[in-house]
């Protein structure tokens, strides 16, 4: 039998409740977006929670998400 190539999407085999290490990215390469830092915070997406967002990027840059994440 011949093994197929890791696939960078996920099948419900693979979901045990822990995401794939494959899966995985800080996005440390990119900037974050407003959208990025109120998840990262575990808020939801509203108008006000993307403004504070948005004064956060724009008061510590790229830090602002480096601080929510582990």
Known sequence: ???EP???????QDVRGV???RLLH???NDQPTP???VLAS???LTPES???AQRRLSEEGRSAMDKRLP
């Open 35 to 37: 959208e990025d830092l």
């Open 19 to 21: 995401t794939p290490d």
């Open 1 to 3: 039998m011949s093994e």
């Open 50 to 52: 993307l403004e504070w």
């Open 6 to 12: 890791e696939s960078p999407f996920v099948s419900a």
């Open 26 to 28: 800080t996005g440390g």
């Open 42 to 44: 575990g808020r939801d």
